[in-house]
């Protein structure tokens, strides 16, 4: 073989290398919550009672993915202070219904987040796409009154298609959660949509 296209090959291969250890390092907490949850998905499951939420107002709990975190009412659409809003937990869309009502409840949260960045729930949506149609969402309102959302559909769609904004014609009560797809990268919105039981 040529020894410039070996020469080549181990710079193609110490690149590669380079870019999965930065990768690594810079969404550890993503990597983290994926094996915890393959090891420990039976325990997981145990530690979030869903009834623990009732009567506190703004919280979500799925169980089946570990998370329990607060809801962050966002008064603005700017990306800079929607940005330091996730930083307190799940983001409420605004304009969009609030949990319980009529319409389409629309949150997001980060799947993964540079390690410096401030917050502790920079992974809290990392394990989103386990979830399967037929789990359960469970989510107070400002009231503290709580709904139990069951997913009926999952989706990748790109930034530009904002139809999952949509409230329909009121004959639904709908629950949105959307994070960024591919990991680490905002390319593409990994989206969940539920309905009230």
């Known amino acids: 073989m040529d020894e410039r296209i070996v020469w080549k090959l181990r710079w193609l291969v110490w690149g590669i290398v380079w870019i999965l250890i930065i990768l690594v390092l810079t969404n550890g907490g993503f990597f983290a919550r994926q094996i915890n949850y393959w090891w420990q998905h039976d325990i997981m499951n145990k530690e979030f009672e869903v009834d623990d ?4 107002p703004n919280q979500i709990v799925i169980k089946k993915i570990g998370v329990q975190a607060p809801l962050v009412y966002a008064d603005t659409v700017k990306e800079p202070l929607l940005q330091k809003a996730l930083e307190n937990g799940v983001v409420h869309y605004l304009g969009t219904a609030n949990p319980g009502e009529w319409g389409n409840a629309y ?19 990392a394990l989103l796409s386990q979830l399967r149609e037929g789990d359960e969402i469970s989510i107070t309102d400002q009231r503290g009154r709580l709904f139990t959302y069951r997913i ?3 989706k990748i769609v ?19 959660l959307q994070t960024s797809y591919p990991l680490g990268m905002a390319i593409w919105r990994y989206v969940v949509v539920a309905e009230l039981e």
């Open 158 to 176: 790109k930034p530009t298609q904002l139809e999952v904004l949509e409230q329909g014609n009121g004959n639904r009560k709908i629950l949105t």
């Open 152 to 154: 009926f559909d999952k």
């Open 53 to 56: 939420i009732a009567g506190i």
């Open 107 to 125: 949150f997001f949260g980060h799947s993964s987040n540079f390690p410096t960045r401030p917050g502790k729930y920079k992974t809290v949506f």
